[in-house]
């Protein structure tokens, strides 16, 4: 499927492009978003800026993307994202897959052949690892990306390591 998955810190990645699980404002966070802005430096943050005074006036919606530099980090750019947050009032997986799906899109706009993606949503935003781990691999799978050749998972923890191999060995079937 071409789809690697590897334990690891996504800023330490050396790959075109990085995923952020970022929040609607842009404007930084916890977790991934944290990470990547520390060690990105503020480069990042002042790029963000100008999108939400320009095209993203009201922030980014759950399951788009947009592309910043990506700063000081090993990588060319940063695609940042926005999941869903989990509830079982309602399933929002359709927006889960469009973070893949979106910041595959904008990967490919951007000319970026190798992609590095975190567990969206799994952290703050409460999705269990395991179904969060089918969705990713699905629509990371499914989407035909011509120029993106690597598509990586990067696992922080052995418990989402072994969500994301399960979920892909079923995938492969
Ligand atoms: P969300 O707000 O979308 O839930 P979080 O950033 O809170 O996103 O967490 C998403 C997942 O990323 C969590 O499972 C967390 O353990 C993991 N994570 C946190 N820091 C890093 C990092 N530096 N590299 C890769 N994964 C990370």
Known sequence: MGIEIVRGDITAQEVDAVVNAANSSLLGGGGVDGAIHR???PG??????????????DGLPAGQAVATTAGELPARWVIHTVGP???TAEDRSHLLA???????????????ETVAFPTISTGAYGWPLDDA???AIAAVSETATSNVTTRRFVLFDSPAYAAFESALARAEG
Request: hydrophobic share 35%.
């Open 44 to 57: 990042i943050l002042a790029e963000c800026r100008r999108l939400r005074d320009s095209s993203h006036r």
């Open 133 to 135: 781990a089918r969705v």
């Open 85 to 87: 947050v989990y509830t």
């Open 98 to 112: 469009s973070c893949y799906v979106e910041s595959l899109r904008v990967a490919g706009e951007l000319g970026a």
């Open 39 to 41: 060690r990105g430096g």
